[in-house]
């Protein structure tokens, strides 16, 4: 069965120290691979997507991800956090084509200290 | 409203009732998708709707849950007989084509006494 792996749980960073979350899945085929966050208190949304095209993937607020298909991973980053990037963030995959269905994980909850 | 909105925010009730949840999708999206998520837990996929065609229904987990979808837009899932395990987040979400990026509703905070 296809799963995602999210490695970190609980993440505490300093205001502009660097972040990377990791997001590795089990599957062989076409993925499209997705990040959303969830602000304190806010609905889930959209932080970026890769579906096809330049593995790396720039996404709202500073946010990137890079999709290292031999490693099965699309590790999110951003140089230097802020405060207001505390919040919970979750990656998610779904196995391409026409399937819909999202494959999500656990999610990473992260505190960025002022 | 321009996003998905479900309701109620929240709702406590006994073990045994039966409990109703609402969403209202994004006008025109016409997939509409049901999660759950339990404290510490990711997304647990529940039901899909797509325009007319027959729900995929592969998630729910128990016959206790139901879901069904009126005139290609608001959904309802239905949950009978609650038990405490039933207790989690329902989202609701929403996506133009089954291919596009899902928008999210606020959830309903589900707690069975």
């Known amino acids: 069965a296809q799963s995602v792996s999210q490695h970190n749980h609980h993440v505490i960073l300093s205001e502009a120290a660097s972040l990377e979350l990791g997001c590795n899945y089990s599957?062989?085929?076409?993925?499209?691979l997705f990040w959303y966050v969830q602000y304190p208190g806010q609905h889930l949304q959209l932080l970026l997507k890769y579906f096809s095209g330049d593995p790396l993937v720039k996404g709202i607020k500073g946010f990137e991800a890079e999709f290292i298909k031999s490693k099965f991973s699309f590790n999110l980053r951003k140089p230097s956090v802020q405060w207001s990037d505390t919040a919970e963030y979750f990656c998610a995959v779904n196995a391409g084509g026409s399937n819909y269905q999202l494959i999500w994980g656990a999610g990473t909850k992260l505190i960025i200290k002022p | 409203g321009a996003g998905v909105s479900q309701s109620p925010s929240n709702k406590v009730t006994e073990k045994g009732k039966d409990v109703e949840l609402r969403c209202d999708p994004i006008?025109?999206?016409?997939?509409l998708y049901w999660y759950r998520q339990s404290l510490g837990q990711g997304l647990e996929f529940l039901i899909y709707?797509?325009?007319?065609?027959?729900?995929?229904k592969s998630g729910l987990p128990s016959d206790r849950f139901s879901a069904e979808r009126t005139g290609g837009s608001v959904s309802t899932l239905t949950i009978q007989r609650t038990q405490q395990e039933d207790s989690a987040v329902y989202l609701c979400a929403s996506s133009s084509t089954r291919e596009q990026p899902q928008h999210f509703g606020d959830g309903t905070r589900l707690s069975i006494l």
């Open positions: 006008s025109g999206h016409t997939a």
């Open positions: 709707f797509q325009g007319n065609s027959a729900p995929d």
């Open positions: 599957y062989g085929g076409t993925v499209n």
